[in-house]
DNA sequence: CGGCCAACCGGACCGGGGTCCGTTTCCCTG
DNA sequence: CAGGGAAACGGACCCCGGTCCGGTTGGCCG
């Protein structure tokens, strides 16, 4: 599943049909994605050895189904492995851990999203200005997380528990956080537009939404127009 | 450790010089505070045996002991109580999870915070203008976090793994919700109060801080500047 | 004082994440 | 095609959080 590698632009030569804003060109060539199975941004990995990539489609084939037969919380690593067939080591190794194999779950849904506000049609693309792609990313980031909030959640969760780097480094956080500064700056937004980005990133958190919810009963029509309204408080008026 | 309690107000008679805002109406006498060892709101717990009561302090002891000798994050159950000459059950029966025992840790801290902003010494306490409040209460609580860190960093994580409740809401993140929406009403500020209030209060994250510190090497200074100035955003010139 | 029961205690047990290392497989090179 | 070494494999193993239940103890009541 997921496999297919819709073709990115290679930083360094800059494609403006996919790239239009240069937002690649902040992520070194090796480094950023290097994580298990996130390619999807910049390059492949060191590319595996026929029977490790035959394991690695398999094992993540029968993660998915696993994962919707069950629920993504309860995906255990043994539990894939033995499904799939091969030994616990395996997947592991693959994945490097738990976290791991969720984001490479995630990996198809993600490049959904990130081809959508980097290179799609307005208000969410480049084809729109600054302040509406604003208003637009956060709304379009609530939907998409709030679709697939099973696997968002439990990865969230399994980013936790380790490192913060998982959950507030990770390549697709970064690149969200970068979207979120260009678009700030474009909007004319002075100040600490870096810290403004992480405030405004962290108020999307899927952990939070979804608590708020499930378990205060807001919809998702609320924290749209909360997040309309933040916007417009923090890149309205003066600037 | 940590036991002696200062007196707090009974919900029902309302002590101004204790509660000025009123505040503490919010949390009904009996529930949100009932989690083991967190006392710091409302009444006692039901009241312990001897030897459970003996345990307990025991255990409080012997965890902070623990906690600062090789950090709380390598803090384990079973090696509080063999350090403590019970069994591992007596652990979890006292405190229900690693969550609970690291937050009774962190109940002497939380009550000099909360005290700090429900009856402390301007800008922070009642006798200051609900902006200044504002402002004082982030950095406030961005530097009693980080002063605290390995406790609050390990009692996020432990928090985060399981149910999203311990984390969102907590009663210590419960009171200071309200404490930020009572400010912002004050303060003038109309729209989603309470969802402006999650937002606020989630750019104070610890695990989302000591990242920013830690791993972006932004300064303890650059965040409560970034805090004034998103406060100054959502509450300054309109309301 | 004695008995009774709820509360408490302890530690065996389980599940799941993560590690390790001896064995097997692939693939490149000669 | 053969050989060798790097990579991959598998599953036993460890650690830790959390559960369970048979045995014990404290404190209240008759």
């Not at 100040?191 to 009963?217: C, F, M």
Request: aromatic fraction near 4%.
């Amino acid at each position: 599943m997921t496999e297919p590698l819709p073709p990115f632009p290679v930083p360094g030569e800059h494609d403006p049909s996919q790239d239009p804003d240069g937002l690649l060109d902040l992520f070194p060539a090796s480094g950023v994605t290097g994580i298990t199975g996130i390619t999807g941004i910049t390059g492949e990995q060191p590319r595996l050895r026929a029977d490790a990539a035959r394991n690695r489609t398999r094992l993540l084939e029968v993660a998915a189904r696993l994962a919707e037969e069950c629920g993504a919380a309860k995906l255990t690593m043994e539990g894939v492995a033995s499904a799939a067939q091969v030994g616990k080591g395996t997947v592991f190794r693959r994945f490097g851990d738990r976290t791991g194999l969720l984001l490479a779950l995630l990996d198809h849904h993600e490049r959904e999203l990130q081809a959508a506000f980097l290179s799609g049609p307005p208000p969410l693309g480049p084809d729109a200005p600054p302040a509406d792609r604003l208003r637009a990313f956060g709304t379009a980031v609530l939907r998409h997380e709030h679709a697939h909030r099973d696997l968002y959640l439990a990865a969230a969760r399994a980013a936790a528990r380790a490192d913060a780097v998982r959950r507030h480094a990770s390549p697709p956080t970064l690149l969200r956080l970068s979207h979120l500064g260009m678009l700030l700056r474009r909007a004319g937004v002075r100040g600490d537009v870096e810290l403004l980005a992480q405030t405004l990133l962290g108020s999307l958190d899927i952990t939070l939404v979804d608590h708020l919810v499930t378990r205060r009963g807001m919809t998702l029509e609320r924290l749209e127009a909360g997040w309309n309204d933040l916007v417009g408080r923090v890149a309205g008026p003066q600037g």
